[in-house]
């Protein structure tokens, strides 16, 4: 296969373009997604391309952005609705919970296929309402998917595989992953939802990592190796449904975990992957899963202050060795 | 009254409808009196001008959302009795097969999708409707029934803004009895008519005697004919009396003797049937039949459900995801 | 101390009674907590007590309610602020993240002195809309103190504390604790907020459980007793911030775990208080923690499939067997 | 342009407060252009007389609620110059001690509480401190700004109606710039003057020309006794120019020339200095004086807090929890 360098907002784009090319039922819309192409411009071209009836800018609403994907998917389209920032999916969750997770368990026959576009994600300056990583809320609705590619390959592939799924999916996006740079194939392609990739392989310690921790971990890994270290790094890349499979079989052979997240700690999704894997994979482990994630502080602005906040790689590093103590 | 120049094959079925919706509130009633259905229960007794003058001009292919207080307007949507039943008795009879109960019931065949128990929380999702069947370019439209009480909440006013910009297929029908639960009008809104709100929105907005089925036909009528032009929503308001508590059990002594009594002497179907015997279309006898009929196919229909099969665990864990995730 | 028996229910009431009649500036207010008393009673007589500015109905509008209850606490009331059901405290979510926690981190010198009041819980046959349990949402957010009362005794005297307390407190009932009964002093005291309590002692197996659980927990604890198991079972009341220390005390002890939480498995609170557990008490524990939840379902209407969702004292006394074989 | 009865020493001060809000901006997009201030910056640049017109009628102990545009407008209400550039350098000596930022300034000595990235959000707070002015009967008043595109949010629609029922004393200060973002103000609302909104709230909204500073205070002013007699709240909507983008390195290809030559040509600085030399209150030296000095302000401000320190590990712990939990 003849494959291309793209960052992992074209990566996004070139998915988005695609598909609504595909299936002329595809509908994006979402706050300055289309004149101007989204804030962070990973919307481009669309509206130009597909009209102001399938691609177009919205009141900032974002309950009614949630119902309308959500009604739109039940009548028959297949909807891409942004909400720009995680910060204020706060005002969307009751849609979410109440409408979109619940039409298709309750109103039998009834399907939501739409994809949840939206970013998190700290290292900005954002301050603390434009920095939140609240995956943790939506991963805790049943029925929803939940998707947080960290490379191009898998935004790009996976993002499609999500617009044509019948289920409602959370599509996570990273705002500090907009312009890293990646693989990705000339011609068509899809990563299935749901599938784990084992990003480097190691044999002394697992990492999972999430989203941009992904990166981090791989930066860890790839100075640990100098101390003589094996790390693998597991990237769930869907982490709901949870492909555990893939993640037991590193454990069995590593023994130790690290569970990296970048959102507050308390109730933060790696406590429930910590949760799981010391329940499937208890005899395997030499030491307690160490979890790798932000601090139950809201993210300052002051650079001087975001680095105390920032989970990376040295604080992965850091749970590494405390790992190899056991 | 108003005056609608309609069939009479028509005029007989809205008045059948209002039977039909009446019996079915005062059976359950009874039934939910006796132990018979359990959880919550909203009676729109007194109230089926609204449902029935509000989908009369609907096709059975338009979409309806409906609120907490619903059965009498999935009645006159056209919903099928005896799945209804089976709902409302958690039966596997039900369109839910029995997950959705009295709150949250449906009825594909005729587009009721359908009633929603978050104040409010439908209306956005009916703005999806009328978006798909915009962007289809389908003649149908969406309407929206919310309370008095519902219009307060943002969902409601985020749904009718995006709605009013994007010039979608859809009628936004305030069905107003003064109460919301305990509280009065007065105290949850500093304004006697609430589809002055329309003005804000820049869509029309007309209120309407709610027990007046014919005059919340033609209001509605009217909207409808805009919506399928092509010129958008509007918004029409139904005054109407709150016969029964905020839900069973609830005693009232917090409503005013004079407002009960008012709307007794304002009962909509003692109003058309006096009309329409006036009117030479219907004989006192026909319209004795048709009350005597309506009961039975209500108490045959729940007869049924009592009788149905309950769900069984296969129905629990069907539809968890709403399709195949990889 | 002389004590009195008092259901849960009443012993808020008091909780609230007692507040507001020692501190003017305690002011509460929500939907139908006025006129009506609650939906569930709990604030009867109140606003007949402390007159309409102190304790009044709003619109419906939960947004509004948690912002101007956030706004209140700044300009220097201390307000009681309750969402009927914690099933759309999504509607409030942007509010409590984005304002009410994020002011007085950075906001330096701003306290927010306010109660949440909310109540969760299923076993009402109420469906997916009004039996949710999303504490893990608010679990979340940082600065937030969580609370979740067992008992009559802890629920009166840990909302006296809340109440006089600086942070923003969540006060999280269950619907279907209201009626029972226990003791609780005639005159005043007070339950610290952040303390564990040992509900029953035993060595067995350590049963972690929240709210509603605990009086399940304690039903199962009562049944493996003849089987000849001794069961602790620790309620942490307050579950942010935890004391963590009671509970490594008796994991110390037993060397086996199980975490109950009624609410969805996936990122439930009962993960994280798994994670927390195999960091601190790794090298304590025999087995894996298991936790007992329920599944990532809605909840079902009909009282024939509600059972398959519930978590209880049978999923309990499975789990600690389960446990007894390490 | 209106004409308003006041003191020269007011309308001095006025003329001031707009100079230092101009300087305030053009200075820091000066600096933000040489990457001396990091993360977004939102100008407001040519919307001087809106928040000063709109906070010159007030006290220092009326809260105002602010938006993510808001520098100016804590100018405008006596925020001190020195900590707020603290706060924008991220610096300790900021009121926030540097962890707020740009979009999170506050000032609690003269009761701006404070600024809000989340659009529409801190509207509904801003009703919770008229809440307490009203219960502590102080004569207190709130004023809530608010943009065009927020307009459109669930919030605050919320905040308005639970304001107007309640009659707390509040003031609702939209500032409609025509713009939210890179969308114009007609694909966010289908209504030309947003305070056709009031009427659907049962309290008075006017428009007024926002680049007419003595038009603003003049409604405003009206509101505010209004508000401060216990006759409830009011909307003002200033209807205004946005001259800069949707924040820093917009270069605003999407706004139509004919927009910024309008606005330029309506700068509310040369507008109001025209006339009070013409009415005799200033003399164009004058005037160039206090833009000389206004000018040095800022520049003195933001050469301290370059040079001050930046917040350390401590500041960051500081205020997690707002106060002791037990
Ligand atoms: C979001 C939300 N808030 C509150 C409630 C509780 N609740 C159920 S019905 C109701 C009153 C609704 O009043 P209205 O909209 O006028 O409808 P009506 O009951 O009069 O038909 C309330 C507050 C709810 N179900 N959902
Ligand atoms: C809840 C929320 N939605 C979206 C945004 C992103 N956003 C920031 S500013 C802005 C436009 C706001 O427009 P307006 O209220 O008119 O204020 P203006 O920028 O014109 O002053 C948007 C959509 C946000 N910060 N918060
Ligand atoms: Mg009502
Ligand atoms: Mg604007």
Known sequence: MTMKKVTYRQAINEALFEEMERDPKVVLFGEDVGTYGGVFKVTDGLKKKFGNERVFDTPIAEAALMGAATGAAVAGLRPVVEIMFMDWIGIAMDQLVNQTSMIPYIWEGIKVPLVLRTQGGSGSKGSCQHTKSLEAWIYHVPGIVVAMPSTP??????????????????FIEHKML???EGEIPEGEYTVPLGRASVKREGKD????????????????????????????????VTIKPLDMDTIAESVKKTNRVVVVNEAFRTGAVASDLTAQIQERCFDDLDGPILRVTAPDVQVPYSPALEQFWLPGKDKIKQAVLECMKR | MSEVSLSREKLVDMYRKMWLA??????????????????????????????????????DDDYTMHTHREHQQLIAKGADIGRMAGDMLGKVTGCARGKGGHMLLFDKDVHALGACGIVGGGVPVAVGYAMAFKVLGTKQVSLAFFGDGAANEGSVHEAMNFAAVRKYPIIFLCENNRWGLTCPQHEQAAVEDLADRARGYGIPGVTVNGNDVLAVYEAVKLAVDRARAGDGPSMVECQTWRMRGMGFG??????????????????????????????????????????????????DAYEAAKNAPNPDESVFWANVYAAEIC
């Open chain 1, 153 to 170: 390959y898998d935004a790009k592939g996976l993002l499609k595989s999500a617009i044509r799924n019948d289920n409602p999916v959370a």
């Open chain 1, 178 to 180: 907009y312009p890293t």
């Open chain 1, 205 to 236: 310690v697992t990492v999972v990592a999430l989203s941009k921790m992904v990166v981090e971990s791989l930066k860890a890994a790839k100075e640990l190796e100098d101390e003589g270290i094996s790390v693998e790094v597991v990237d769930p």
């Open chain 2, 22 to 59: 009446r019996h079915h509130d005062v059976w359950v009633e009874d039934m939910k009196t006796k132990g018979q259905i359990l959880g919550s229960m909203h009676l729109a007794t007194g109230q089926e001008a609204v449902s029935v003058g509000a989908c009369a001009p609907l096709n």
């Open chain 2, 250 to 299: 609830d005693t009232m002594e917090y409503v005013p003797k004079e407002y009960l009594e008012e709307g007794s002497r304002q009962d909509p179907i003692c109003l058309f049937e006096k009309k329409l015997v006036e009117k030479g279309i219907l004989t006192v006898e026909e319209a004795r039949a048709i009350e005597a009929e309506t009961k039975k196919t209500i108490e």
